[in-house]
């Protein structure tokens, strides 16, 4: 008698539709669907000896997310295990290269619907904080009239610099050609000239910060890039520089960030990520006027939450057919993966 397939799926209150509906979509098709227990907003779930006996002991595939935090214990309590497959793009949960180790597959969402989405909602982010919509909106709403002096500054003929790039930072220079910016800087150790983005100039992380008129970070959160945006590296930067950030909390020191930004150098920060989710009410960054905060959801559009539970079935379903899933996260470890499946079927 062939076992149906079983997969756990961690609780996460940020995609609960995405996960409802794409445990209920393989509950209908005769999967075993374990489903995690319940996140505190804001604490990361570790779970414990018991629960990770209870709940992983014998899953195939493990499904989780930003809001997770999975250990190697993790990874070695089921023999079964295949994958892990994250619905976002994001895999910060886990250490990609121990699974990669372990030939075990990770895939993510790294649909059009979600890294596009992000790099609309970074150049968005970008134009409100260099024409400062939300001082002209405060005019209005409260009769000042117009101001003695404009403070708005076009995209046009600015330098633009990435920290990162991937398939967001990508999106982003495409969507900035339009708007005709003097210059696009990236700094990526991972991009040759034959690799970059067309038109763009690869330079160092101290060009970035000294030259750029608006920086974005694009990069993952691990050992490495943890408060990499620190005192020194803010105050590095133009006096009137834009700093935005959606990609991971963790990537800027914030307590450096309110004394720097409280002192009045730079002109503006967007942030859609920040070190503890959802941001604690006492928070200094909210009592700073030129920073725009979002809850971790400025790419969370309707077009993706419509796609992404059924890139995870698709995800799992490859996976569990022995073939790639569509959106492979460290493809290198297909050979590996290939002879871990091997020894599961004999």
């Known amino acids: 008698m062939t076992m149906a397939p079983k997969i756990y799926i961690a609780q996460d209150p940020v995609l609960e539709e995405v ?35 209870s709940l992983l002991g014998d899953v195939d595939i493990i499904v989780a997310s930003s809001r997770s935090r999975l250990s190697e214990e993790d990874l070695d309590a089921s023999p079964r295990l295949r994958a892990l497959v994250f619905p976002t793009i994001g895999v910060d ?70 920290i990162g790039s991937g398939r967001i930072g990508g999106g982003v220079v495409e969507r900035l050609r339009a708007f005709d910016p003097s210059e696009i800087l990236i700094h990526d150790p991972f991009l040759t000239p034959e690799t970059a983005p067309e038109g763009v100039r690869l330079v160092s992380r101290e060009e970035v910060l000294g030259q750029a008129d608006v ?18 590296e803010l105050r590095a930067m133009k006096p009137d520089a834009i700093l935005i950030n959606t990609s991971r909390g963790g990537l800027i020191d914030e307590d450096a960030l309110v004394r720097v930004m409280g002192e009045g150098h730079l002109g503006g920060a967007g942030l859609d ?15 700073l006027e030129r920073v725009i905060l979002t809850p971790h959801i400025l790419g969370h559009t309707v ?24 959106y492979p996260r460290n493809p290198e470890v297909e050979g590996d993966w290939r002879k871990r499946l091997d020894g599961l079927t004999a």
């Open 19 to 53: 996960l409802d509906r794409a445990s209920a979509t393989l509950d209908g098709q005769g999967w075993d669907v374990v489903r995690g227990p319940a996140i505190t907003p804001g604490v990361p779930l570790r779970l414990t000896p018991e629960q990770r006996q």
């Open 303 to 326: 077009d993706l939450y419509t796609v992404m539970p059924d890139v995870l079935v698709e995800n799992a379903t490859r996976i569990m057919r022995g073939e790639l899933p569509l």
């Open 273 to 287: 990520v920040t070190e503890t989710e959802p941001l604690p009410d006492d928070h200094p960054l909210r009592s």
């Open 93 to 162: 949960a886990v250490d990609l290269k121990a699974c990669t180790a372990r030939g075990l597959m990770v895939a993510n969402g790294a649909t059009p619907e979600n890294f596009l989405a992000m790099s609309e909602a970074t150049v968005m982010l970008m134009l409100v904080l260099l024409y400062r919509l939300h001082e002209s909106e405060r005019l209005l709403r409260e009769n000042a009239g117009r101001p003695q002096q404009m403070y708005a500054r076009m995209l046009r003929g600015r330098t633009i610099g990435l």
């Open 215 to 232: 920086i974005s970070l694009h990069v993952p959160l691990n050992a490495e890039t943890r408060g990499m945006i620190g005192e020194a």
